[in-house]
């Protein structure tokens, strides 16, 4: 007799839970534009440091995250992310190795990749780890790269289009 | 004649000044982010961009010598670093790999580690 309402409420905890998760999640969908007087300085000029793109074209499903960025000197950088963290092997120029991965974070998104490439100094590896946020029609990402250990972290702003 | 002379001397040293002033895109790769630590061992203080040479150990121990291209002399003046603070100091450069495969790099930051000052570069896309 005990069993029916516990299997209930178990199946209630559960339902209430995923759709909690998901109100949580938001749609990051969208194409963005760089807003470079609200982003901060580092990233202007001719080489930044932490390099971001001019434009982003984010499609978000429930499982996956599609990301195409384009900038004004490189080829249009594409991805596709799975939102349970996995590792991906990203689409990268030629001589260039990239695996990533993505992951919600309560309502932002956490995606780190690795890069790796041959050099005069040897194998070099640089590590990039971008926080999204949403706010209305603004984006805003948070990315740190780190190489021999040193990091440097800049703040881009984009609108939606 | 002598209007002749001077049209002559320009054309000749045309390829010299276009070679010193080339675009970022046909010589490095900005996919290819690279930092650096080593000493310097030699200047170029030059414009339109300053040349510094600096000795970096690699993974296997041996030593390279590496060509940072970085902002001109002027405009590396007027950032408050001076030709003297460079010559037998540490240096970290953050940058991007040349596109030959050659130890070179264009310099997006670098700070020398004994006196602190720091360069960032702010040149406009070209």
Do not use: C
Not at chain 1, 11 to 17: E, F, K, N
Not at chain 1, 76 to 85: E, I, M, N, Y
Not at chain 2, 85 to 96: P, R
């Amino acid at each position: 007799m005990k069993r029916v309402p516990i299997t209930l409420g178990l199946a209630l905890l559960v339902g209430v839970s995923s759709v909690s998760r998901a109100q949580t999640r938001p749609d990051f969908s969208g194409t963005w534009t760089f807003n470079q007087s609200k982003s901060t300085k580092g990233i202007a000029g001719n080489t930044p440091i932490v390099p971001f793109p001019s434009q982003i074209v984010v499609k978000q499903t429930a499982t996956e995250l599609y990301v195409e960025g384009t900038s004004v000197r490189q080829a249009p950088l594409k991805a596709v992310f799975r939102l349970d963290g996995s590792k991906v092997t990203l689409e990268a120029p030629r001589g260039i190795t990239e695996t990533g991965e993505a992951r919600f974070e309560g309502a932002t998104i956490v995606v780190t990749t690795r890069r790796s490439f041959s050099s005069p100094a040897g194998e070099t590896v640089v590590d990039f780890k971008e926080i999204w946020t949403l706010a209305g029609n603004v984006l805003t990402i948070e990315k740190t790269r780190t190489q021999s250990g040193e990091s440097d972290t800049e703040t881009a702003v984009y609108d939606k289009v | 004649m002598k209007a002749l002379a001077t049209v002559f001397l320009g054309l000749l040293l045309t390829p010299i000044v276009l070679q010193a002033h080339h675009s970022f895109s046909a010589v490095y790769d900005s996919n290819k982010p690279i930092t650096l630590r080593g000493t310097v061992s030699k200047l170029g203080w030059s414009n339109p961009h300053a040349h510094i040479y600096i000795e970096v150990k690699g993974p296997d121990g041996k030593v390279l010598t590496w060509e940072v291209e970085s902002a001109g002399a002027s405009n590396l003046q007027r950032a408050g670093i001076r030709k003297e603070d460079f010559i037998g100091t540490e240096v970290i450069v953050k940058g991007f790999l040349a596109k030959d495969g050659t130890p070179a790099v264009n310099a997006s930051s670098f700070t020398l580690v004994q006196s602190k000052k720091e360069y960032v570069s702010e040149e406009p896309n070209p």
